[in-house]
């Protein structure tokens, strides 16, 4: 079955830290994948997406993530973390055959400053 | 501002109910998604149209019915409310030519008395 998992719930950073959010898929063929940000009582924004090509990908507010097919990861990166980016963070991917996306469970991202 | 919009923001009803959520897609698009997020299921894919058909069904309840109409809006009726249907429930849009991204709207939170 097509999964997505995010293997960290919680994670804390300080401001100025660099980041690295884990994401995982399970997918017969390569997904298209993508990770989304949720702030509290908010909706979903998206700040990447991968489809082929270039396999480190830039988002928007500064995050990166990079496609790594030998490890089924595509892992979110910030170099250097705002207190504004405390929030909700979801990966999710999707296949060309079948139109659902499916979401991992979510990491909330807690920043200390 | 992804260009999806969604009413109510909130809604309040009780047990037994029917309530109807509204979605307006991004100009353009043709597909509409329905998603709810709860706290025990996370988020979960219930339906997809594409241009006034229905294209994919996930775990919707045979309580919960939707629709796309010819102007590409979309709605979700829930109906013999229960406790457990209280969640968030988002709605998302694609369908512009070679990119199956999909952009989320504010979502309707429901809230069962």
């Known amino acids: 079955a097509q999964s997505v998992t995010q293997p960290d719930i919680h994670i804390t950073v300080s401001e100025g830290a660099s980041l690295e959010l884990r994401c995982n898929y399970s997918?017969?063929?390569?997904?298209?994948l993508f990770w989304y940000v949720q702030s509290p009582g908010q909706g979903l924004q998206l700040l990447l997406k991968y489809f082929s090509g270039d396999t480190l990908v830039q988002g928007i507010k500064g995050f990166e993530a990079e496609f790594k097919r030998s490890q089924s990861s595509f892992n979110l990166r910030k170099p250097s973390v705002h207190w504004s980016d405390a929030a909700e963070y979801f990966c999710a991917g999707l296949t060309g055959t079948a139109s659902k996306l499916t979401f991992g469970t979510g990491t909330r991202l807690q920043v200390t400053l | 501002d992804s260009g999806v919009t969604q009413t109510p923001k909130h809604l309040i009803t009780a047990t037994g109910q029917r309530v109807t959520l509204r979605c307006s897609p991004r100009?353009?698009?043709?597909?509409v998604y329905w998603y709810q997020q709860s706290l025990d299921q996370g988020l979960q894919f219930l339906i997809q149209y594409y241009n006034g058909e229905e294209r994919a069904k996930g775990n919707i309840l045979e309580r919960f019915s939707a629709q796309q109409f010819p102007d590409l809006h979309s709605e979700l009726n829930l109906s013999s409310l229960e406790l457990g249907d209280s969640a968030l429930y988002f709605c998302?849009?694609?369908?512009?030519?070679?990119?199956?991204?999909?952009?989320f709207g504010p979502g309707t939170r429901l809230l069962v008395l």
């Open positions: 998302a849009s694609s369908g512009r030519e070679f990119d199956e991204t999909q952009y």
């Open positions: 997918y017969g063929a390569t997904p298209y």
């Open positions: 100009s353009g698009d043709l597909s």
